[in-house]
């Protein structure tokens, strides 16, 4: 039976040593001893940048080709079609000022409330440049979903761009993208996806998703600071007719990768995928292979856990849990009535648990939901590593809280 020995699991963790409650989640992913080690080894080889001869640059060419293999695997893709970069939002940046160089006054875009700031920021800026009418869809402040039918209204023959987040990481909502993508793509438009924390509990597959643009960020998975976008095939070549680099450059599949490449952290994308394949003990398979089987060992596992903290959570007065989405992963947020979150998270530091309480990078969803008028948002996420003692304790801290 597939599952996930957690014991095995939290000896990768070089972190998990100390007693405290690590739940900050992929706001602050901890790092397994084999992505730790593989930065650390390319940095003791002095790379260079690819695109020379010696061969501190070839070898820095060959960690670029291994890291666009295994996000490629990561998320069902072809490694030519993988952009690498400082940061998903950084390449997003690159692609959007492509994207907006032929739009139209007129024009429009359709972004939603569950959109991280890393993807509306960008494309709102390029709007109010291009005169491109900016549209939203609502966040249904129940659930926390975002439901499809309201595109059947948003977007239209004008339409450019319609953006979607696949798990946002305050409310864990996974929207139907592939409806949403069927419907932009019968209007002509370009569907730009944002992978948030889904790349650690479900298995992705680009092409199933309707995704022109995936934007995987490698610090979810307890990688690097880097990041990657997925195009679709034959979409770099299209875009390549928008840039206005030099004739010969324009061929390359660098020409969209915003120099210099994080060459001292590339081997720690590749671990971080390894790492997440296996999760599972089960050798057998592809690479690919094994990451479906330790992803979804990994989401059955930390689904179990969270639906007891989720509940636990919602029966404390004072709390809101922003959302409650049938089809979500084991993360959340809330606030608590009389508690910025910065006190929040002092309070349960003192009790050995750390959850999240700074920038989130999630600024329409707190106004959606009223959490900026706290100050922000407490979130939280169940890993591999967590364990049923971590969630009670947790649990337990709570409670404390919220009898002061």
């Known amino acids: 039976m597939i599952g996930v020995d957690v014991a095995r699991v939290r000896g990768l963790y070089p972190t998990l040593a100390t007693r405290t409650a690590q739940l900050d989640g992929s706001f602050a992913a901890l790092q397994p001893e084999s992505v730790i080690r593989a930065v650390i080894a390319t940095l003791r080889s002095a790379p260079a940048q690819p695109g020379s001869r010696s061969s501190r640059s070839q070898q820095s060419a060959t960690r670029v080709l291994r890291a666009r293999r295994a996000v490629a695997d990561l998320v069902r893709a072809d490694p030519a079609d993988v952009v690498l970069g400082q940061s998903a939002g950084s390449l997003l940046q690159r692609f959007v000022s492509l994207l907006a160089s032929d739009w139209q006054l007129g024009d429009e875009i359709v972004l939603n409330r569950l959109d991280a700031d890393l993807v509306t920021q960008p494309f709102t800026r390029a709007a109010r440049n291009r005169g491109t009418v900016v549209r939203w869809a609502e966040v249904d402040l129940d659930t926390g979903d975002v439901p499809a039918w309201q595109y059947d209204e948003l977007v239209g023959r004008r339409t450019r761009v319609v953006t979607v987040s696949l798990a946002n990481p305050a409310t864990g909502t996974v929207p139907d993208v592939r409806a949403i993508a069927d419907l932009a793509h019968e209007q002509g438009a370009l569907v730009v996806v944002d992978a948030g924390v889904a790349p650690l509990y479900a298995p992705i597959d680009t092409e199933a998703l309707g995704a022109d643009l995936l934007a995987v960020s490698a610090t979810v998975l307890g990688g690097p600071t880097a990041g990657a976008v997925v195009a679709r095939p034959g979409l770099l070549d299209e875009l390549g007719e928008l840039d206005d680099a030099p004739a010969a450059e324009r061929s390359a599949l660098q020409r969209f990768e915003n120099f210099p490449l994080p060459v001292e952290l590339l081997d720690g994308v590749t671990a ?51 959302g409650a989405s049938e089809r979500a992963l084991p993360v959340t947020a809330y606030t608590v009535a009389g508690c910025s979150p910065d006190e929040v998270g002092a309070f349960l530091q003192r009790h050995d648990v750390s959850v999240w309480t700074g920038a989130s990078g999630l600024s329409e969803v707190l106004r959606a939901f009223g959490a900026d008028e706290f100050g922000g948002a407490v979130f939280l996420g169940v890993m591999p590593h967590t364990t049923a003692g971590e969630v009670e304790q947790f649990v337990d801290a709570m409670r404390q809280l919220c009898r002061r």
């Open 272 to 322: 971080a995928v390894d790492h997440l394949a296996d999760l599972d003990e089960n050798p057998e398979g592809t690479r690919r292979d094994r990451l479906v089987r330790s992803v979804t060992a990994s989401a059955r596992y930390a689904g179990g856990l969270f639906a007891h903290l989720d509940a636990e959570l919602r029966e404390l007065p004072g709390v809101t849990v922003l």
